[in-house]
């Protein structure tokens, strides 16, 4: 072969080297980087009447576990192998005091202290050696929340002034569909694939806009002006677009840590601060899903929210429809179940994409080395969280 051919053979993809991707941020497993520094702050891990006298199945960071709520009312969350002989606690009973095991009927409590264990003389005489693992819970805004980390760095359980203060006719309504995610509940891939679309305004009129049709408004297809900051809380969006009648739409959003959706409705029901806060669930390293709480006037508000393409939700859809009109899940998934980042070629509109890896990178060290990462609170009496961030309207 001449010189000429092998220059025009050049670059194929026989050439390229084997394709890698961060695992210190999109690994969430105990001991990993990125799960050690998650395990720092509480994460919603269901509806608060997702906790009642059926366990539920739930897998958070990794971890397979159980939720439940006993009859004095209290939420409970344990991790489903049962610590007598392994098989899970999903097939246990919810009774008055905790929830009891399937095989051989040994009771916990909410905290996995072991009540009774009825296979053993005098119901289990050392009973009090065995605690089942068990994880904090509280209960905000509609969703359960739990706290997986180390006991003795457990902070207070923020709260947000987006969903603290009310407007007249305005309460929190609660949500699991994944609103925000453009697919299912469960989203097959890495948490991180979705959590910094955040700070990717750029893919809006693209995708959401000239490729897709139109599933915002108008002023959402218009090419931003952007800029991005560092915040208290994480990184901030800053995109202004020029109206036709000379305006200037000012809209702020934001990643927060830890894996915060602060993005206002893009339909841009109104001109105001965000009324939305997503929160971004690692279930494990290739899924996720998202809860969100908001300041709503009607029942089911927060669902009706969700894209359609084509006229259809996403779950109406066929395949020829998703390759035709493809959303936020195809996009994201379509990166693969982890994407590969040593395959990326990061442009100047990925400047937010970039701040936002290297805030993870700086708050991983920091607990690897024994730190507290930013954002984390141990005073009961802190002020509600402010993340600056809504639709606003400006005069040129």
Not at 44 to 70: H, I, N, Q, S
Not at 207 to 232: A, I
Not at 363 to 377: I, N, R, T
Request: net charge neutral; proline share 7%.
């Amino acid at each position: 072969m001449d010189t000429v051919a092998r220059a025009q053979d050049s670059g194929t993809g026989y050439t390229r080297r084997p394709s890698t991707y961060d695992a210190a941020l999109t690994e969430v497993g105990r001991a990993k980087p990125m799960g050690e520094f998650l395990r720092r702050y509480w994460h919603p891990v269901g509806l608060a009447g997702d906790a009642g006298t059926t366990p539920k199945a739930l897998r958070v960071l990794g971890e397979d576990l159980v939720l439940f709520r006993d009859g004095k009312g209290r939420a409970g969350l344990v991790t489903a192998r049962c610590a007598h002989r392994g098989t899970t606690l999903y097939y246990g009973k919810v009774e008055a005091r905790g929830i009891r095991c399937c095989y051989h009927g040994w009771l916990f409590d909410v905290e996995g202290r072991c009540l009774e264990q009825p296979c053993e003389p005098g119901g289990g005489r050392f009973r009090d050696s065995i605690r089942q693992p068990w994880y904090p819970v509280e209960e905000r805004y509609g969703l359960i929340f739990a706290y997986m980390g180390p006991p003795g760095k457990k902070p207070v359980l923020p709260r947000y002034a987006a969903l603290e203060v009310l407007e007249p006719g305005e309460f929190v309504e609660a949500d699991d569909s994944s609103v925000g995610g453009g697919g299912p509940a469960i989203i097959p891939c890495n948490w991180l694939q979705h959590y910094e679309n955040l700070v990717d305004p750029f893919h809006v009129p693209i995708l959401h806009g000239n490729f897709s049709g139109r599933q915002f408004v108008e002023q959402m297809e218009v090419f931003p002006e952007v800029r991005w900051e560092y915040t208290d809380w994480g990184v901030k969006t800053i995109a202004e677009r020029k109206l036709p009648d000379g305006r200037i739409f000012h809209r702020v959003s934001g990643a927060a840590l830890p894996t915060l959706r602060v993005i206002p409705n893009p339909r841009v029901a109104q001109y105001a601060r965000v009324e939305m806060i997503g929160w971004v669930l690692p279930i494990d390293d290739t899924s996720f899903r998202i809860y969100n709480a908001a300041r709503v006037r009607e029942a089911g508000a927060v669902r009706r929210q969700r894209s359609t393409r084509n006229g259809k939700y996403w779950e109406d859809l066929t395949e020829a429809e998703r390759r035709e009109f493809p959303g936020d899940y195809e996009a994201q998934t379509g990166q693969g179940p982890i994407t590969f980042h040593s395959d990326e070629h990061l442009a100047t509109s990925d400047k937010g994409v970039a701040m936002l890896r290297r805030l993870l990178q700086r708050q991983v060290k920091l607990v690897a080395d024994g730190s507290d990462p930013a954002g984390v609170s141990f005073d009961p009496n802190a002020p509600p969280v402010v993340l600056e961030a809504g639709n606003f309207i400006r005069e040129a």
